[in-house]
């Protein structure tokens, strides 16, 4: 991502719904694994997520982080996080292998998806989980992929494919984020229309506050639907795959 994207991205992950939802999301998801699962972290970026996997009792000498940004390991390092390096996600090398490998919004950023998703399985311990989000949809695209650095957005039946073109075994699909799905469209739709268009380095990253309690409450809720239904659409897509035996 661009370093002025980043600059504001590291401002408000910790708080911002989008992204504090999606913690929750996975922290639920691994609640009842055992407090000793080693747990690597792609695209850590300030450690947030492995920071409060610590705290809800996960043991910090097996969680690790790595972001190709030396300024996100930077900041994961002075948030408590020993186990964090600057490293390419595409050929991650690490001498350890884990059981859980979660990778947020990472993806998309690769040029070799594919190389990235051999890697990651390589990665993991025997059964060993990763637990993959990425953007949803080419028809939203917009000025935030390009200020992100994308190469492509997701479509639920494409992100299986890939990672069944690697041997893992899909648990879990849907899309994710639905409730906002068709406000983001239109808002996306049109902001294509040149009167309307604009540059800025944010993105779509703007600070929420009147709303952002609301909107956390609301894909939160959604959350807890996951676990008993898929969504049809969405503004991202994930899936929780298994390292076949």
């Known amino acids: 991502m661009k370093d002025d994207f980043e600059k504001v991205y590291h401002e408000v992950e910790k708080t911002h719904f989008w992204f504090k939802s999606r913690r929750r999301y996975i922290i ?14 792609i695209g850590c970026s300030s450690g947030i997520l492995l920071s409060e996997l610590a705290e809800s009792g996960f043991d910090i000498k097996n969680l690790y982080g790595v ?33 859980v490998i979660v990778a947020s919004d990472c993806l998309e950023h690769l040029e070799n998806d594919s190389k990235a998703l051999e890697n990651w399985y390589e990665q993991l ?50 899309y994710w984020n639905f409730l906002l799905f068709f406000p983001i469209l239109i808002y996306r739709l049109i902001s294509r229309i040149k009167v309307f268009k604009k540059q800025s380095p944010k993105g779509n990253l703007e600070k929420q506050r009147f709303f952002n309690p609301l909107l956390f ?29």
Request: hydrophobic content about 45%.
């Open 28 to 41: 639920n998801f691994l609640a009842n694994f055992p407090k000793e699962t080693s747990i690597l972290d």
């Open 217 to 245: 409450s609301l894909i939160n809720f959604e959350n807890k639907l996951l676990s008993i239904i898929n969504f049809p659409i969405g503004v991202s897509v994930f899936c929780v795959a298994r390292k076949h035996q």
């Open 125 to 174: 311990d025997k059964n060993g989980i990763l637990i993959v989000f990425v953007p949803a949809l080419m028809i939203l695209w917009s000025e935030h992929d390009i200020v992100n650095m994308h190469f492509r957005r997701y479509t639920r039946k494409n992100l299986k494919k890939n990672l069944l073109a690697k041997n893992f075994i899909i648990e879990k699909s849907s």
């Open 67 to 99: 972001d190709i940004s030396e300024n996100a390991i930077h900041n994961c390092k002075r948030n408590g996080i020993p186990n964090s390096f600057v490293m390419n996600a595409q050929s991650i090398k690490l001498e350890k292998k884990f059981d």
